[in-house]
């Protein structure tokens, strides 16, 4: 159930912390539950728009299984824009992963769209990432 209240930069915050966290630890349960059945995905490196949250939990099963799992992620560059209804997080993004074929890391941003809920306070609705551009990666 939405409502339509103002969140906080401070709520906001940590509803966006709670994300960066649970991804960093690899724990699905935990990074799922933060974002609302019907929240949408769009990552530069998936061919195509993850319309629900159950698409990118059966991608994210897929990867675990393969041996990949998370080993940092750290956000900077933080920016809150709240407004009736929820609010909208951006920040940069950078994370370190096992995987398959050995380590890899990157620098990302990432926009991050949120609701409030009357029972759950702050769910995530929609993400979205894009790699860094080159000038700003160095």
Known sequence: MSDHRTPGVEEVEAAASAIVDAFAATDGPRYFATFAPDAMFVFHTEPERL???????????????SGWRVVSCTSSDRRVQPFPGGAI????????????????????????????DATRGLIAVHEHLSPMPAADAA
Do not use: K
């Open 51 to 65: 319309d629900d949250r159950a698409a990118y939990e059966r991608l994210w099963a897929d990867w675990v299984a």
């Open 89 to 116: 997080f951006s920040h940069s993004v950078e994370t370190a992963v096992e995987t398959p074929d050995g380590p890899d890391s990157y620098r990302e941003r990432e926009t991050i769209v949120f609701r409030t």
